[in-house]
């Protein structure tokens, strides 16, 4: 069976986190009402997809002969963040969206403060 993550495709500089479990409580153990986050505009979670990244313009003159039929080549430029990571991000820049009655965010590479990568992963 595969994972209904897969069939998504992440566009551009975006990237799809699934925001890491709150447990409610706050660092002293006192529970907290619903809805209720300490310094809620920074979030955190694991990404779990990513975009190509960037789109660069072809340059013009490339395109020697204007009866010749130009194939479509898109080129990017990478995304820091890779799947796996652990990003911290502005939650203001970030949609938080239902996919499989799971809650994730896409949040666009400019939104992200910071990556922790498992080093062994590379």
């Known amino acids: 069976m595969t994972n209904p993550i897969d069939k998504l495709i992440v566009v551009g500089d975006r990237v799809l986190i699934k925001p890491k479990s709150d447990t409610g409580k706050t660092r002293g153990g006192l529970l907290l009402p619903p809805g209720y986050k300490e310094k ?11 975009g190509p990244g960037y789109p660069i313009p072809l340059p013009s003159d490339e395109i020697d002969e204007p009866w010749k ?5 898109v080129n990017y430029i990478p995304l820091q963040a890779r799947v796996g990571d652990l990003a911290i991000f502005l939650q203001k820049g970030a949609v938080e969206i239902q996919y499989h009655s799971e809650k994730y965010f896409i949040v666009p590479q400019h ?5 922790e990568r498992d080093e062994l992963s590379e």
Not at 40 to 50: C, L, P
Not at 69 to 73: A, F, I, L
């Open 40 to 50: 809620e505009d920074i979030q955190s979670g694991y990404v779990v997809k990513a």
């Open 69 to 73: 039929k130009k194939e479509e080549v």
């Open 111 to 115: 939104s992200i403060l910071l990556l």
